[in-house]
T-cell receptor, first 113, second 114 residues
Framework: GESVGLHLPTLSVQEGDNSIINCAYS??????FIWYKQESGKGPQFIID?????DKRQGQRVTVLLNKTVKHLSLQIAATQPGDSAVYFC????????????FGKGTTLSVSS | DAGITQSPRHKVTETGTPVTLRCHQT?????MYWYRQDPGHGLRLIHY???????DKGEVSDGYSVSRSKTEDFLLTLESATSSQTSVYFC?????????????FGPGTRLTVL
C-alpha cells in the first residue's frame, strides 16, 4: 500500500550539531508534505511544510528538502538544541479530494549536551 | 495547540462499555479529524468531518462513530470498547481540504480499555 517511511528510527546528536532526518515516500501523487515534531505526552506540532512544486524551503533553524525524482524528503535542523529532542514525523497528502495525512512512523531525535 | 482542546485527557474503561471523546476548537475551521496513534503504526485516520453533519470514514473506522452538530465540536464514540482500542487519540483541524492546508493537532486523549 501507499506509505511514508523514515530511514532511521533513532538519531542521536550532540548539542550544536546539525541534524538531518530523512523520509521516503511512495505515492507520486502526493503534492504536499509536512514535518511534525512530537514531544512526549503532546500532540504533533507543525514545523514546516513544502509543496511538490518546490525543492527547498527554509524556516527558523529548519530546512526541508524535497527530491521528487527519488521520492525523498529530509528535515535539516541547524545548531540542534536539547529542546529539539522529540519524535519527528513526515506526512504527505495525496492530491485527491477527501484525503487526510499519511504519516510515517517517526524518527526519535536525542540531543545530548 | 492551535485552539484545540480534547476531553477527557485520560480515561480508563472496561471492555464493552461505550466511550465518547470530545474535540473542541475555537478556530472556526471547517475540517476536523480523529486519528489514533499506536506504537509501530504511527498516526492513522479514523474519521473526518468536512462540515456540520458531514462526515466520512478513514483508514481504521471499524468500531467507531462520529458526530458533528456544531462547527466547534467533533465527537468520537466507541460503541462498545475493546482492548484493541487502547490507544492515544488525537483530534486535528484544518481550514481547507486535504492538500491545500496544514492540519493542526490537539493535545490527545489517552484511552485504556481493560
Amino acid at each position: 500500500g501507499e506509505s511514508v517511511g523514515l530511514h532511521l528510527p533513532t538519531l542521536s546528536v550532540q548539542e550544536g550539531d546539525n541534524s538531518i532526518i530523512n523520509c521516503a515516500y511512495s505515492n507520486s501523487a502526493s503534492d504536499y508534505f509536512i514535518w511534525y515534531k512530537q514531544e512526549s505526552g503532546k500532540g504533533p506540532q507543525f514545523i514546516i511544510d513544502i509543496r511538490s512544486n518546490m525543492d527547498k524551503r527554509q524556516g527558523q533553524r529548519v530546512t526541508v528538502l524535497l527530491n521528487k525524482t527519488v521520492k525523498h524528503l529530509s528535515l535539516q535542523i541547524a545548531a540542534t538544541q536539547p529542546g529539539d529532542s522529540a519524535v519527528y514525523f513526515c506526512a504527505e497528502i495525496p492530491n485527491q479530494a477527501g484525503t487526510a495525512l499519511i504519516f510515517g512512523k517517526g524518527t526519535t531525535l536525542s540531543v545530548s549536551s | 495547540d492551535a485552539g484545540i482542546t480534547q476531553s477527557p485527557r485520560h480515561k480508563v474503561t472496561e471492555t464493552g462499555t461505550p466511550v465518547t471523546l470530545r474535540c473542541h476548537q475555537t478556530e472556526n475551521h471547517r475540517y476536523m479529524y480523529w486519528y489514533r496513534q499506536d506504537p509501530g503504526h504511527g498516526l492513522r485516520l479514523i474519521h473526518y468531518s468536512y462540515g456540520v453533519k458531514d462526515t466520512d470514514k478513514g483508514e481504521v473506522s471499524d468500531g467507531y462513530s462520529v458526530s458533528r452538530s456544531k462547527t466547534e465540536d467533533f465527537l468520537l464514540t466507541l460503541e462498545s470498547a475493546t482492548s484493541s482500542q487502547t490507544s492515544v487519540y488525537f483530534c486535528a483541524i484544518s481550514e481547507r481540504e486535504g492538500s491545500t492546508d496544514t492540519q493542526y493537532f490537539g493535545p490527545g486523549t489517552r484511552l485504556t480499555v481493560l
